[in-house]
């Protein structure tokens, strides 16, 4: 499985962003897609996970309330809608894929696309 993450750019603190993933290969219904995120300096995070089969969704109690996972699987595509957003989200952002489980541990993840930069301007 193979992913493209996109959507990241600048932005004001308040303001919103839609990142993108797409996998490239059979996302089975067993699996998640998650998103992570590495500050500069800083270990790489859970942000949000979604089932791929039944769709439950979980988030880093920093982002809930703000951020919203969602996936389309005709595209094989899981987003993450970001809204006020704030100069602490400020990040690469990763999207992964866990084949079996659940897991908020980026070691628990089988592959991984090659990151988005986010960056909120205060």
């Known amino acids: 499985v193979q992913l493209q993450a996109s959507g990241g750019g600048l932005v004001q603190a308040g303001g919103s962003l839609r990142l993108s993933c797409t996998a490239s290969g059979r996302i089975f219904s067993s699996s998640v897609m998650g998103w992570f995120r590495q500050a500069p300096g800083k270990e790489r995070e859970f942000v949000a996970a979604i089932r791929w089969g039944v769709g439950n969704t979980y988030y880093a109690d920093s982002v809930k309330g703000r951020f919203t996972i969602s996936r389309d699987s005709a595209k094989n595509t899981v987003y993450l809608q970001m809204n006020s957003l704030k100069p602490e989200d400020t990040a690469v952002y990763y999207c992964?894929?866990?084949?079996?489980?659940?897991?908020?541990?980026?070691?628990?993840?089988?592959?991984w696309g090659s990151g988005t930069q986010v960056t909120v301007s205060s």
């Open positions: 992964a894929v866990e084949r079996n489980g659940l897991s908020t541990k980026d070691s628990d993840y089988d592959y």
